[in-house]
């Protein structure tokens, strides 16, 4: 990435580059009301920090992944949810996201009715 004022901008392309999307240029015009990535299939927008709270408790559960299952190659998923929210938010990285997009391994198949081991 290049200086840090251009770090974002350098989000956006990698972002853009990975989905097969395309980086929105807005120039100085900030309130426009598009995000910054365009893709046919998601609603890409871009935050570059120097911190994120989200940030150090995804690399605390890669850490803890690694630990807990050597070599079983799992997927690490943050679920983070704010109080009064409705549903929930999943932190992922965007390689893996992409291999799950892309993989029918990944088919995720919920529980009908109550979970009662998680009650």
């Keep these: 990435m290049g200086k840090q004022s251009d770090a974002w901008k350098d989000l956006e392309r990698v972002v853009a580059k ?6 929105v240029i807005r120039g100085d015009d ?3 009301s598009r995000l910054d990535v365009e893709c046919d299939k998601w609603a890409v927008d871009c935050k570059w920090r ?3 709270a989200t940030v150090k408790w995804y690399k605390k559960l890669c850490k803890d992944n690694d630990k ?9 998923i943050l ?5 009064g929210m409705r549903g929930e938010l999943v932190v992922i990285s965007l390689d893996d996201f992409i291999r ?11 529980h009908q009715g109550k979970d009662e081991e998680n009650e």
């Design 79 to 83: 679920v983070i949810k704010e109080k």
């Design 100 to 110: 799950v997009v892309n993989s029918p391994e990944y088919v995720i198949k919920p």
């Design 18 to 23: 990975k989905l097969g999307g395309k980086r």
């Design 68 to 76: 807990i299952y050597p070599g079983e190659n799992k997927i690490p």
């Design 50 to 52: 120097t911190n994120l």
């Design 30 to 32: 900030f309130s426009q």
